[in-house]
């Protein structure tokens, strides 16, 4: 019956964020907004929800564990699996932008993570705990991080009324297809989490692993499906901006406001795959560079790394 309750679980999250991204981005279009702040918000939150959900959900059962290898784990399979597999169908063209300000916020976001959770090493406490105070530092980061996505649309909303016509929409239709999304998203968490613990715990398997691993994938399924779909288009600003817009509102959003809910204690072993995310982000930032392109070569590279990565922390525990 577990199973059967985490697959149900996943369903209801995978379509779920597919009906809200699709609804919430056509009222977007109809409203004048730019494709790359359609990219870098509606689309990467909305893929980003069932982590959102799960993550929070786990707070509120006091599963850290769920909670924060949930959002680690999901941003590692995004920058390494997501990536890698996206560029092996179809290279990907990386803007300017996203090289000089998104990578490297998301870069940020990455090290403000291992620094508020090292409090053994920094304040000489006896245990690892995101706060309260971390998740609203969290979260007014990533309120800085919406002021500069809302400029870059502000800055270019003049150009897109004048050059496309706007679609007319059914908005009985996509107003009810975001709402449905987040409602099937809500209760898809729900089950996925209280699934997982019980899979978790007849296994013997660590809280942690169980997020870094099952959870973590299945939550990320709608940005490999959304990255994927974008590449085959030839949409290379949505498939990444989608990816780096995801893990920013992982870590930011996802964290903080579990962390407000209820702190979440921090298990050593997730030191050492916080500091990996840290580093597949810098690599990330350097294949970007290297002529604007993520080509078929990276994207090998990065998918094998994931393969690794899963052999590795399969073993550890």
Do not use: C, H
């Not at 019980?198 to 296994?203: R, T």
């Amino acid at each position: 019956m577990t199973y059967i309750i985490l697959i149900v679980g996943f369903v209801l999250l995978i379509k779920g964020a597919d009906y809200f991204v699709e609804g919430a981005s056509n009222i977007a279009k109809a409203l004048r907004i730019s494709p790359l702040l359609i990219g870098l918000t509606i689309v990467a939150f909305g893929t980003s929800s069932p982590e959102a959900t799960v993550s929070i959900v786990a707070a509120l059962e006091e599963n850290a564990g769920v909670a924060i290898g949930n959002v680690v784990g999901s941003n590692i399979f995004n920058i390494t699996f997501v990536v890698g597999i996206t560029a092996i169908l179809n290279p990907l063209k990386v803007e300017n932008t996203t090289i000089r300000k998104e990578i490297p916020f998301t870069l940020l976001a990455s090290i403000a993570l291992l620094i508020l959770i090292s409090d053994v090493a920094l304040q000489s406490v006896s245990s690892n705990f995101i706060t309260r105070s971390d998740g609203l530092i969290f979260l007014l980061f990533f309120s800085i991080f919406l002021y500069y996505i809302f400029e870059v649309a502000r800055n270019s909303r003049e150009q897109i009324r004048e050059n496309e016509k706007v679609e007319s929409i059914s908005w009985v239709k996509n107003i009810l297809f975001t709402v449905g999304g987040l409602v099937a998203i809500i209760f898809g968490g729900e089950f996925v989490v209280s699934s997982a613990t019980d899979l978790a715990i007849s296994f013997g398997m660590s809280e942690t692993l169980v997020g870094l691993t099952i959870v973590a994938v299945g939550t990320s399924l709608p940005e490999l499906i959304t990255s994927i779909t974008a590449a085959l288009k030839k949409e290379s600003e949505i498939a990444l901006g989608n990816i780096v817009g995801s893990n920013i509102f992982n870590i930011l959003f996802v964290l903080g406001s579990a962390s407000v809910i209820s702190p979440l204690a921090v298990s050593n072993k997730i030191f050492i795959d916080i500091i990996l995310m840290i580093m597949l982000t810098v690599i990330l930032l350097v294949f970007s560079r290297t002529n604007f392109r993520i080509g078929k070569i990276e994207g090998i590279l990065l998918t094998v790394g994931y393969i690794l990565y899963m052999i590795y922390i399969i073993l550890r525990n």
